[in-house]
Structure formats: C-alpha cells, structure tokens
C-alpha cells in the first residue's frame, strides 16, 4: 500500500513563510509527477505547482514568484516553499503523486490527507 504524508502546515501572519513537505512511503516501484493542490472553503480544489521527475515545474498564477516545489527523488518526497504569504493562500494543501506500485507495476495518482494552512494576523 502507498501512502502520502503532509506535514508543515500551520497558521502563519501575512508576509510569513512556510514549508511543507509531503513523503511517500510503501511499495512504490517509481514515482512520476508530483504536485500540490489547494482547497479553500467553499471554492474548487486547484493546482499550485507541480514538478516532473527531471525538476520541470508549473505554478498557478497566484504564487508564482513567492512558492517554489521541489523534491528528493531519493527520498521520495516533495516539497512546498511558500513564502510571502497572504490571507487568501488559507487552504487545505493536498499532496498528489503518479506512483508506480511494486506489486502491480501500475500507476496510479495518490494523494496526500491535506494540511491546514491558515494566513492571518
């Protein structure tokens, strides 16, 4: 079984940073695209970022030039740098990754529980 771990979030001012990380652990044979989405109250989940296995990344418009993703393909996990914060970055962040599971060599997305980031004075 493959699972995604988030940790990192938390509550944060305005202009604040935070990182979050998201570790994949179980029987993964390789992992391909890895990203974040973000889920504000009553709003639709969206992409943040995402980064490709060679390093290539995306970024939604709204944090462009403050987030930045990365990851450690040995570690199998991938990171959220955000920075320069504001009130409407306050969300439920969501990890996803294409996964290749040993047993079935399938690929399949998972994704991450979700962690709170709240942006507030």
């Known amino acids: 079984q493959v699972h995604l771990v988030e940790s990192g979030g938390g509550l944060v001012q305005p202009g604040g940073s935070l990182r979050l990380s998201c570790a994949a652990s179980g029987s993964i044979a390789s992992i391909g695209i890895m990203g974040w989405y973000r889920q504000a109250l009553g709003k639709q989940r969206e992409l943040v970022a995402r980064?490709?296995?060679?390093?290539?990344?995306n970024y939604a418009d709204s944090v462009k030039g403050r987030f930045t993703i990365s990851r450690d393909n040995a570690k199998n996990t991938a990171f959220l740098q955000m920075n320069t914060l504001r009130s409407e970055d306050t969300a439920v962040y969501y990890c996803?990754?294409?996964?290749?599971?040993?047993?079935?060599?399938?690929?399949?997305?998972?994704w991450g529980q979700g962690t709170q980031v709240t942006v507030s004075s």
């Open positions: 996803t990754a294409l996964i290749s599971v040993t047993a079935s060599w399938r690929s399949s997305n998972y």
């Open positions: 980064i490709t296995t060679g390093g290539d990344t």
